[in-house]
């Protein structure tokens, strides 16, 4: 039985570009291990807050144009040994075939980021795309109202 995205990862894809989005999806159902949409776009503040905290070395991040995902694997709970995320690389990878969309991968980077996918800024060169600056909006929109 294919696994599927539950509704906590169907809203952390929100925002997140099109084509990703799609590629999440056709690897959900293609992949030999479960996983989780951990987060995907990001406010500025967000990741400020990462890189003081050194869960993350740039304030340049693709998650702030809606252009990557950090995604877990689930196994009853988050797992995060580096060799399970091997098996969901070979599912990304796959999916982005399918979906005619490149995918990179920051396991391959030599500082590893196994959850870390995104679409390359060659292909994807844009600042931001509208979902992802309407959703900033709304975001940082919803935030002013509960102050």
């Known amino acids: 039985m294919p696994f599927r995205l539950s509704q906590r990862s169907l809203k952390a894809l929100v925002g997140v570009h099109p084509d990703l989005v799609r590629v999440v999806k056709t690897a959900i159902k293609i992949t030999?291990?479960?996983?989780?949409?951990?987060?995907?776009l990001r406010t500025p503040a967000r990741?400020?807050?990462?890189?003081k905290a050194g869960a993350s070395r740039t304030l340049n991040s693709r998650h702030l144009t809606g252009h990557a995902v950090d995604l877990a694997v689930w196994l009853g709970t988050v797992r995060w040994e580096f060799p399970l995320y091997q098996a969901l690389w070979d599912a990304m990878q796959a999916a982005g075939r399918t979906e005619g969309v490149p995918v990179q991968w920051g396991g391959l980077w030599r500082s590893r980021d196994?959850?870390?996918?995104?679409?390359?800024?060659?292909?994807?060169p844009s600042a931001a795309t509208d979902a992802s600056s309407a959703a900033i909006a709304s975001s940082n929109s919803a935030r002013a109202a509960k102050s």
């Open 47 to 51: 990741q400020a807050q990462l890189v």
């Open 32 to 40: 030999a291990v479960d996983f989780v949409v951990i987060e995907g």
């Open 114 to 124: 196994g959850p870390h996918f995104q679409l390359p800024w060659a292909s994807y």
